[in-house]
């Protein structure tokens, strides 16, 4: 895939990511490609994208100010997506593309349609035809193929229908017969299923759907004699699962059992400080065994693999499985610290110093977060007396190891909050920030070290909108890139590649600005590389 058609899939990316469908181009003109043009009732540009939006041929549209081609505000729709222009004049618009998201939108339509025929099958409003299905398929299927206006007016139609039945005005009703004992048997079913969900009971398949319409058309086709083997095998099932629940003396040993688990895993949270709070945490043998004999056995048996899940976090210390890459960082910053104290002649022995990037790793992924980090401590206080003792290269030494310790745990949050940010600034290594902190000004130091600051500070605040600007700076530095390498010698504020710079500039801007500004890089590319 070349740049060019990269950076493409990456706008497309990102408009899927932006907060509304369509954004208007404000002082923007799209010329040429109408299919039709009308003046508008009111100087309001969403008269135009609506009436794009009602039109299947329209892909574009372009607003005209009042008093600029007449007196009244104008609407162009257009069949194709022509080249924006800069005119102020204008505001434009870019029909949004149904099909990107259009399977979510019909997985959606098809639940709701499903819903609405089973409330029109309970209330037996006795509607039919193709908008009234049991079938999740079928509804999605034509969502699928049908244009925006047609789905919305299919599903106003039910809503208005079911409105009416509700209200007695619609509908017809009896029935009788068969439909009565299906309508029952439905309901029965939908009730006991949502008892064993309730219950934890973990039943799957036909037999335990919640959906009243697929239990009554099932009926309607089936023998008595298999309606009644089905209710059948429902009450065994529900009666084996309830026993399991509420069974007297079962239960007591089971909460016996995991009231002393609880105990013990609370006794060891506590020995490690794992810092664990709330009910889970808290209170004695009773506490729990107590809670225990009024819950479910789902509940409880959530509520035990929550306790030892997270005190085996606590226990290894990592939470997301990075042990291996913060045990790559604490091997790093031990070696620094070793060659630290062979700088300065200390004579420290022992596996604490032993100069081996294997051997300090290997020992972290043994050993707890807690105790990683306690043995970095223990060795920062050695040093700390070692320099005192020898001098230890005097102050600017000293404030340059709290530099550069201070910068590899900017670094780590960096990491950890996914700003994105690279570079020297960013490494998580304690020797590069030592070494540049020994020929730096003390001025640039507080500099750099506030930027860092800075920068994480403005991530942490808005960690989503932060998470699409990420994308938004890669995708310019990729422009960028690709004008540099066309030979376009396009230049400005928009045309640089320092990933903060944009991060920075995209973390104060709207959607629409981000939109704008990509879009306006894209338009110039695609003029440079024709």
């Known amino acids: 895939m070349s740049i060019l058609s990269r950076i493409f899939v990456l706008f497309g990316l990102l408009c899927l990511g932006a907060v509304t469908a369509q954004a208007q181009e404000w002082n923007t003109d799209r010329p040429g490609r109408d299919i039709r043009d009308l003046d508008l009732s009111a100087p309001d540009f969403n008269l135009c994208r609506q009436a794009c939006d009602s039109n299947s041929s329209c892909k574009a549209w372009t607003y005209v100010n009042p008093d600029v081609q007449g007196p ?62 049991s079938n999740r398929d079928q509804h999605f299927n034509w969502c699928m193929t049908a244009s925006r206006a047609d789905r919305e007016r299919e599903d106003r139609n039910r809503v208005t229908k079911l409105a009416e039945c509700r209200s007695g005005g619609g509908g017809g ?27 934890g009971c973990g039943f799957s398949g036909p037999r335990w759907s919640q959906r009243y319409g697929e239990h009554y058309s099932w009926c309607l086709s089936a023998t008595r004699e298999q309606v009644r083997a089905e209710r059948t ?27 002393e688990e609880a105990v013990s895993q609370i006794a060891d949270a506590r020995r490690r400080n794992c ?14 065994y107590n809670w225990c004999m009024s819950a479910r ?15 085996r976090r606590c226990r290894s210390g990592d939470s997301e499985g990075d042990r ?31 100069p081996s990037t294997t051997a300090h790793y290997e020992w972290c992924m043994t050993v707890r977060r807690a105790d990683r980090e306690a043995e970095l401590r ?14 230890g290269g005097g102050e600017e030494d000293a404030g340059c190891v709290d530099f550069a310790n201070r910068a590899v745990r900017q670094s780590q949050r960096n990491r950890a909050l996914r700003c994105g940010f690279e570079g020297q600034r960013w490494r998580p290594d304690f020797d590069t920030h030592y070494s540049w902190c020994q020929s730096a000004p003390q001025r640039a130091r507080v500099r750099e070290d506030a930027r860092r600051d800075e920068l994480l500070n403005l991530c942490a605040a808005k960690p989503d909108k932060a998470q699409e600007c990420r994308r938004y700076a890669n995708l310019s530095i990729e422009q960028q890139r690709t004008n540099l390498s066309q030979g376009c010698g396009f230049s400005g504020p928009r045309w640089h590649t320092s990933y903060e710079d944009h991060f920075v500039w995209c973390m104060d801007a709207s959607g629409g600005k981000r939109l704008a500004e990509i879009a306006a890089r894209v338009g110039a590319l695609l003029a440079c590389t024709r």
């Open 378 to 391: 223990a060795r920062e206080r050695s040093l700390d007396r070692c320099r005192a003792d020898a001098g």
């Open 72 to 133: 009244k505000a104008r609407c162009y729709l257009k069949s194709a997506v022509p080249d924006p222009v800069a005119n102020n004049c204008c505001v434009s618009g870019v029909k949004a593309n149904d099909t990107s998201d259009r399977e979510d939108i019909c997985r959606d339509y098809s639940v709701r349609a499903v819903q609405q025929n089973d409330e029109n099958l309970r209330l037996r409003c006795n509607f039919t035809g193709a908008g009234w299905q």
């Open 233 to 259: 095998g429902r009450t065994a099932d529900m009666r084996s699962c309830r026993g399991g629940n509420d069974g007297g003396g079962d239960r007591a040993e089971t909460c016996r059992d995991y009231a």
């Open 324 to 354: 291996a890459e913060a045990c790559g960082d604490y091997s790093r910053q031990s070696m620094a610290q070793i060659r630290e104290a062979r700088r300065l002649g200390c004579g420290f022995t022992g596996a604490r110093w032993q």
């Open 297 to 311: 056995r789902g509940e409880r048996e959530a509520e035990s693999r929550a306790r030892t899940d997270e005190l």
């Open 173 to 199: 009703g009896g029935g009788g017969g068969r439909e009565d004992e299906c309508r029952d048997y439905a309901e029965e079913a939908v009730t006991t299923a949502r008892e064993a969900r309730d219950l």
């Open 275 to 288: 810092g664990f709070s709330g009910a889970r945490w808290q209170g004695g043998y009773n506490v729990h």
